[in-house]
């Protein structure tokens, strides 16, 4: 079973994939728009985003630009067009595979165990409890937390918060990305919570010129540590 987004904005097609992917055993969201689809990408970090390329208030091949800008999601496109031309463009853009409409679900299914299958294997930070980044050190298991030789004394969420962005180091983390996995998919919204989290945690980490943990403007945060 995976963890499937489908974003269209035709909602009969929307349905019939939501109910024939459930049939296979698969969990799904969906989005009709490429706002909400972004979004529920950073929240739910789905296995798999199926992507229609004729969005009402994006281009499909700038979402899935966007989505490769912090995610290495499997990205399936679906489109009406299905010259040569597009599909390379989408391909370039960061999707996995094209599909042409129309399809069977049969085929779809099928594209979905492929891409499954070659995405790449991630490692085990998310099951081991530590995580050691250059001088950073993190015990998941007593909530502790030492840079270099330094004890840090941090609250609960500001351990939650540096722990996801330890498991995520170099890459960009989204304020959704964040609030779903620290606060819920209730607190999606509420991005002043990150801002204010990653002040303090920046005051704990002596990071006043934001090196360690940088600001992505209007997107969120990376953590960036240098090797010991």
Request: charged share 25%.
């Amino acid at each position: 079973m995976a963890r499937v987004l489908v974003i269209d904005d035709d909602r009969s097609l929307l349905r019939a994939l939501r109910l024939g992917l459930q049939s296979e055993g698969h969990d799904v969201s969906t989005a009709a728009d490429a706002a909400s689809g972004l979004s529920q990408t950073a929240i739910t970090q789905p296995d798999v985003v199926v992507l229609d390329i004729g969005l009402p208030d994006m281009d499909g091949l700038e979402v899935c630009r966007r989505i490769r800008e912090w995610s290495d999601v499997p990205i399936i496109i679906l489109s009406a067009t299905g010259t040569e031309n597009r599909k390379v463009a989408a391909l370039d853009g960061g999707a996995n595979d094209y599909v042409t409409k129309p399809f069977s679900m049969a085929e779809l299914e099928a594209r979905i165990r492929v891409v499954i299958r070659h995405r790449p294997a991630e490692t085990d930070v998310e099951s081991s409890p530590t995580i050691e980044h250059g001088p950073l050190h993190l015990d998941l298991v007593h909530h502790e937390a030492r840079l270099a030789d330094e004890a840090l004394a941090l609250t609960a969420k500001e351990f939650e918060v540096l722990a996801f962005l330890a498991r995520h180091v170099g890459r960009t983390c989204t304020h959704q990305m964040i609030l779903g996995a620290v606060w819920g998919t209730g607190y999606a919204r509420e991005a002043q919570y990150v801002h204010a989290y990653v002040h303090r945690l920046r005051q704990k980490l002596h990071d006043d010129d934001g090196e360690l943990i940088r600001t992505i403007p209007g997107v969120g945060y990376a953590l960036t540590l240098p090797e010991e």
